[in-house]
């Protein structure tokens, strides 16, 4: 009877002590969400503190988010100012994500997708 009995105690012993152990585990956290638009599909804003509405669908309610001081903005992978983003993605029609926090609403980032910069000499 212990042969059976034995194994079966260990097995649910580890089982026991796996959970344990993932209850320690931290959470997944959510710190922003984020939208996808066109640019010729959104009106950017030309200053700062300003407010940009969006939807993250097209029958969803629209959203007010918030442009701030600590917003950056990104064409490709380089940050650059707010006048420079705006006349670069009004030029031209490009994949934006607008990354804000779900909280407060306040956009962290506009990334400009595809979009390179010349690097000055």
């Given at each position: 009877?212990?042969?059976r009995t034995l194994p079966l105690l260990a097995t649910l012993a580890l089982v026991a002590t796996a959970h344990a152990q993932?209850?320690?585990?931290?959470?997944?956290v959510t710190i922003e969400q984020a939208i996808e638009a066109r640019s010729d599909a959104l009106r950017l804003p030309?200053?700062?503190?300003?407010?940009?509405?969006?939807?993250?669908?097209?029958?969803?309610?629209?959203?007010?988010?918030?442009?701030s001081e600590k917003t950056q903005f990104v064409l490709g992978k380089t940050v650059v100012k707010q006048s420079e983003f705006n006349e670069r993605v009004r030029r031209e029609a490009?994949?934006?994500g607008v990354f804000y926090n779900h909280k407060t609403?306040?956009?962290?980032?506009?990334?400009?997708?595809?979009?390179t910069v010349a690097r000055a000499k």
């Open positions: 009877m212990w042969n993932d209850e320690r585990r931290p959470r997944y030309d200053r700062t503190p300003a407010t940009l509405i969006a939807r993250t669908c097209s029958t969803c309610p629209e959203m007010n988010l918030q442009v490009v994949d934006l609403f306040e956009i962290n980032r506009l990334v400009a997708f595809g979009v």
